[in-house]
Protein backbone atom coordinates (compact mmCIF):
# COMPACT_ATOMS: atom_id res chain seq x y z
CA UNK A 1 0.00 0.00 0.00
CA UNK A 2 1.57 3.35 -0.79
CA UNK A 3 2.39 5.53 2.41
CA UNK A 4 1.41 8.63 1.04
CA UNK A 5 -2.32 7.38 0.04
CA UNK A 6 -2.75 6.70 4.23
CA UNK A 7 -1.30 10.03 5.10
CA UNK A 8 -2.56 12.33 2.43
CA UNK A 9 -6.02 10.74 3.66
CA UNK A 10 -5.38 11.62 7.35
CA UNK A 11 -4.13 14.99 6.71
CA UNK A 12 -7.14 15.90 4.39
CA UNK A 13 -9.83 14.01 6.58
CA UNK A 14 -10.36 11.67 3.70
CA UNK A 15 -12.18 8.56 4.16
CA UNK A 16 -9.73 5.87 3.17
CA UNK A 17 -11.50 2.83 1.60
CA UNK A 18 -9.45 0.21 -0.04
CA UNK A 19 -11.40 -2.05 -2.78
CA UNK A 20 -10.03 -5.63 -2.09
CA UNK A 21 -13.12 -7.19 -3.24
CA UNK A 22 -11.08 -9.43 -5.51
CA UNK A 23 -7.76 -9.30 -3.77
CA UNK A 24 -8.54 -9.09 0.06
CA UNK A 25 -8.90 -13.28 0.22
CA UNK A 26 -5.08 -13.23 -0.18
CA UNK A 27 -4.04 -12.25 3.10
CA UNK A 28 -4.62 -15.65 4.20
CA UNK A 29 -1.23 -16.91 2.03
CA UNK A 30 1.80 -15.51 3.23
CA UNK A 31 3.16 -13.90 0.38
CA UNK A 32 -0.51 -12.12 -0.09
CA UNK A 33 -0.43 -10.86 3.28
CA UNK A 34 2.66 -9.32 2.82
CA UNK A 35 1.30 -7.73 -0.49
CA UNK A 36 -1.70 -6.06 1.55
CA UNK A 37 0.34 -5.28 4.35
CA UNK A 38 -1.19 -1.84 5.62
CA UNK A 39 -4.83 -3.01 4.71
CA UNK A 40 -5.64 -3.12 8.07
CA UNK A 41 -5.07 0.46 8.70
CA UNK A 42 -8.14 1.49 6.11
CA UNK A 43 -11.52 2.94 7.06
CA UNK A 44 -13.56 0.09 5.28
CA UNK A 45 -12.27 -2.64 3.30
CA UNK A 46 -14.62 -4.19 0.47
CA UNK A 47 -14.12 -7.97 0.04
CA UNK A 48 -16.37 -10.15 -1.92
CA UNK A 49 -16.52 -14.04 -0.65
CA UNK A 50 -18.37 -14.73 -4.13
CA UNK A 51 -14.99 -14.34 -5.39
CA UNK A 52 -11.71 -16.04 -4.13
CA UNK A 53 -13.77 -17.51 -0.95
CA UNK A 54 -15.47 -19.64 -3.31
CA UNK A 55 -18.67 -18.99 -2.22
CA UNK A 56 -22.33 -18.91 -4.50
CA UNK A 57 -23.04 -15.33 -5.68
CA UNK A 58 -23.76 -13.07 -4.30
CA UNK A 59 -21.87 -11.67 -0.94
CA UNK A 60 -20.41 -9.00 -1.13
CA UNK A 61 -18.93 -7.70 1.63
CA UNK A 62 -18.16 -4.20 3.84
CA UNK A 63 -15.58 -4.25 6.61
CA UNK A 64 -15.70 -1.31 8.39
CA UNK A 65 -13.01 -0.11 11.38
CA UNK A 66 -15.70 1.98 13.00
CA UNK A 67 -18.60 0.19 13.53
CA UNK A 68 -20.53 3.23 14.54
CA UNK A 69 -20.04 5.08 11.32
CA UNK A 70 -22.47 2.34 10.19
CA UNK A 71 -25.57 3.46 12.29
CA UNK A 72 -24.85 7.30 12.17
CA UNK A 73 -25.20 6.38 8.93
CA UNK A 74 -27.99 4.44 8.38
CA UNK A 75 -30.06 4.41 11.69
CA UNK A 76 -33.95 5.42 10.55
CA UNK A 77 -36.31 5.73 13.27
CA UNK A 78 -39.78 5.92 10.91
CA UNK A 79 -43.13 5.71 12.81
CA UNK A 80 -43.88 2.35 11.50
CA UNK A 81 -41.15 0.60 13.06
CA UNK A 82 -41.30 2.29 16.40
CA UNK A 83 -43.06 -0.85 18.29
CA UNK A 84 -40.20 -3.03 16.89
CA UNK A 85 -37.50 -1.62 17.87
CA UNK A 86 -35.20 -4.38 19.95
CA UNK A 87 -33.33 -2.89 22.67
CA UNK A 88 -29.12 -1.28 22.92
CA UNK A 89 -27.87 -4.68 22.91
CA UNK A 90 -29.40 -5.85 19.60
CA UNK A 91 -27.85 -6.20 16.08
CA UNK A 92 -30.06 -4.95 13.63
CA UNK A 93 -28.70 -4.93 10.24
CA UNK A 94 -31.02 -2.75 8.77
CA UNK A 95 -29.21 -0.02 11.20
CA UNK A 96 -25.79 -0.63 9.10
CA UNK A 97 -27.12 0.03 5.43
CA UNK A 98 -29.94 0.50 3.35
CA UNK A 99 -31.89 -2.44 3.31
CA UNK A 100 -34.44 -3.55 5.53
CA UNK A 101 -35.29 -7.25 4.80
CA UNK A 102 -32.29 -9.16 4.07
CA UNK A 103 -31.11 -12.52 3.36
CA UNK A 104 -28.84 -14.66 6.03
CA UNK A 105 -25.91 -14.37 3.26
CA UNK A 106 -22.89 -14.92 5.96
CA UNK A 107 -24.96 -18.21 6.45
CA UNK A 108 -23.41 -19.92 4.00
CA UNK A 109 -19.90 -18.75 4.30
CA UNK A 110 -20.07 -19.74 8.03
CA UNK A 111 -21.23 -23.24 6.91
CA UNK A 112 -18.40 -23.36 4.55
CA UNK A 113 -15.44 -22.50 7.04
CA UNK A 114 -17.21 -24.82 9.39
CA UNK A 115 -17.09 -27.37 7.03
CA UNK A 116 -14.03 -27.29 5.57
CA UNK A 117 -11.95 -25.15 8.03
CA UNK A 118 -10.01 -22.14 7.20
CA UNK A 119 -7.16 -24.37 6.49
CA UNK A 120 -8.71 -25.48 3.35
CA UNK A 121 -9.38 -21.98 2.33
CA UNK A 122 -5.57 -21.14 2.92
CA UNK A 123 -4.65 -23.83 0.92
CA UNK A 124 -6.62 -23.17 -1.58
CA UNK A 125 -5.57 -19.42 -2.19
CA UNK A 126 -1.76 -20.22 -1.54
CA UNK A 127 -2.40 -23.03 -4.91
CA UNK A 128 -3.43 -20.56 -6.73
CA UNK A 129 -0.77 -17.86 -6.06
CA UNK A 130 1.82 -20.57 -6.77
CA UNK A 131 -0.15 -21.85 -9.55
CA UNK A 132 0.15 -18.13 -11.70
CA UNK A 133 3.71 -17.89 -10.52
CA UNK A 134 4.43 -21.49 -11.88
CA UNK A 135 2.33 -20.31 -15.28
CA UNK A 136 4.84 -17.27 -15.25
CA UNK A 137 7.95 -19.44 -15.65
CA UNK A 138 6.50 -21.75 -17.95
CA UNK A 139 5.62 -18.68 -20.34
CA UNK A 140 9.03 -16.96 -19.69
CA UNK A 141 10.95 -20.13 -21.14
CA UNK A 142 8.86 -19.64 -24.37
CA UNK A 143 10.36 -17.46 -27.11
CA UNK A 144 6.69 -16.88 -28.23
CA UNK A 145 5.05 -15.23 -24.89
CA UNK A 146 5.80 -12.00 -23.74
CA UNK A 147 4.70 -11.47 -19.76
CA UNK A 148 3.02 -8.20 -19.92
CA UNK A 149 2.62 -8.29 -16.06
CA UNK A 150 4.35 -10.45 -13.51
CA UNK A 151 1.75 -13.15 -11.77
CA UNK A 152 0.47 -11.04 -8.69
CA UNK A 153 -2.48 -12.54 -6.54
CA UNK A 154 -2.61 -15.52 -9.10
CA UNK A 155 -3.60 -13.52 -12.57
CA UNK A 156 -0.83 -13.17 -14.64
CA UNK A 157 -1.10 -10.89 -18.19
CA UNK A 158 1.16 -12.04 -21.57
CA UNK A 159 0.61 -12.07 -25.31
CA UNK A 160 2.12 -13.69 -27.91
CA UNK A 161 4.80 -12.20 -29.57
CA UNK A 162 7.30 -14.27 -30.75
CA UNK A 163 11.03 -13.19 -30.67
CA UNK A 164 11.62 -11.66 -34.16
CA UNK A 165 8.04 -11.41 -35.36
CA UNK A 166 8.08 -8.42 -37.83
CA UNK A 167 4.07 -8.04 -36.69
CA UNK A 168 3.17 -4.52 -36.29
CA UNK A 169 1.28 -3.26 -32.13
CA UNK A 170 -1.51 -3.24 -33.93
CA UNK A 171 -1.22 -6.62 -35.34
CA UNK A 172 0.04 -8.13 -32.25
CA UNK A 173 -3.50 -7.04 -30.50
CA UNK A 174 -5.80 -8.58 -32.92
CA UNK A 175 -3.68 -11.58 -32.87
CA UNK A 176 -4.14 -12.22 -29.51
CA UNK A 177 -8.08 -10.99 -29.57
CA UNK A 178 -8.27 -13.60 -32.18
CA UNK A 179 -6.21 -16.15 -29.78
CA UNK A 180 -8.91 -15.33 -26.81
CA UNK A 181 -11.91 -15.63 -29.23
CA UNK A 182 -10.57 -18.81 -30.32
CA UNK A 183 -10.12 -20.66 -26.64
CA UNK A 184 -13.67 -19.41 -25.87
CA UNK A 185 -15.47 -20.87 -28.55
CA UNK A 186 -13.31 -24.12 -28.42
CA UNK A 187 -14.82 -23.84 -25.16
CA UNK A 188 -11.91 -25.68 -23.49
CA UNK A 189 -11.24 -22.77 -21.04
CA UNK A 190 -11.72 -19.26 -20.15
CA UNK A 191 -9.08 -17.11 -21.71
CA UNK A 192 -10.37 -12.83 -22.08
CA UNK A 193 -8.17 -10.35 -22.83
CA UNK A 194 -7.67 -6.86 -21.24
CA UNK A 195 -6.23 -4.09 -21.94
CA UNK A 196 -2.33 -2.65 -20.34
CA UNK A 197 -0.37 -0.07 -21.43
CA UNK A 198 -2.48 0.58 -24.55
CA UNK A 199 -1.71 -3.72 -25.13
CA UNK A 200 -4.61 -6.66 -26.18
CA UNK A 201 -2.74 -8.66 -23.26
CA UNK A 202 -4.70 -12.26 -22.36
CA UNK A 203 -5.30 -12.19 -18.79
CA UNK A 204 -5.49 -16.16 -16.97
CA UNK A 205 -7.09 -15.35 -13.44
CA UNK A 206 -6.35 -18.99 -11.82
CA UNK A 207 -8.38 -18.71 -8.82
CA UNK A 208 -10.09 -22.54 -8.91
CA UNK A 209 -8.38 -24.71 -7.46
CA UNK A 210 -9.61 -27.82 -9.22
CA UNK A 211 -7.23 -26.27 -12.37
CA UNK A 212 -3.81 -28.00 -12.29
CA UNK A 213 -0.91 -27.23 -13.91
CA UNK A 214 -1.53 -29.62 -16.97
CA UNK A 215 -4.96 -27.67 -17.67
CA UNK A 216 -2.55 -24.67 -17.71
CA UNK A 217 -0.10 -26.32 -20.02
CA UNK A 218 -2.89 -27.67 -22.31
CA UNK A 219 -4.36 -23.90 -22.59
CA UNK A 220 -1.08 -22.48 -23.94
CA UNK A 221 -0.54 -25.37 -26.26
CA UNK A 222 -4.07 -24.49 -27.36
CA UNK A 223 -3.19 -20.97 -27.66
CA UNK A 224 -0.04 -21.65 -29.29
CA UNK A 225 -1.84 -23.74 -32.11
CA UNK A 226 -4.87 -20.96 -33.08
CA UNK A 227 -1.74 -18.37 -33.28
C1 LIG B 1 -15.47 -7.84 -8.65
C2 LIG B 1 -14.99 -6.54 -8.23
C3 LIG B 1 -15.90 -5.53 -7.91
C4 LIG B 1 -17.38 -5.74 -8.08
O1 LIG B 1 -17.88 -6.48 -7.04
P1 LIG B 1 -19.25 -7.35 -7.11
O2 LIG B 1 -19.62 -7.47 -5.69
O3 LIG B 1 -18.89 -8.67 -7.70
O4 LIG B 1 -20.23 -6.60 -7.91
C5 LIG B 1 -15.38 -4.33 -7.45
N1 LIG B 1 -14.05 -4.13 -7.34
C6 LIG B 1 -13.15 -5.08 -7.64
C7 LIG B 1 -11.67 -4.79 -7.47
C8 LIG B 1 -13.57 -6.32 -8.08
O5 LIG B 1 -12.68 -7.27 -8.38
Request: proline share 3%; net charge positive.
Amino acid sequence: MNKDTLELSKEEKLWFHIDGAYGGAAILDKKGKELLKGISKADSITVDPHKWFFQPYEMGCLLIRNHKHLKSTFVEKPEYLRDIEGNESEINFYDHGVQLTRRFRALKFYMSLKTFGLKAFRNAISYNIALAEKTERLLRKSSKWEIVSPATLAIINFRYNPIGNKLSEKELDALNQKISESVLASKEAFLVTTVLNGQVVLRMCLINPRTSFQDVKNTIALCEQFA
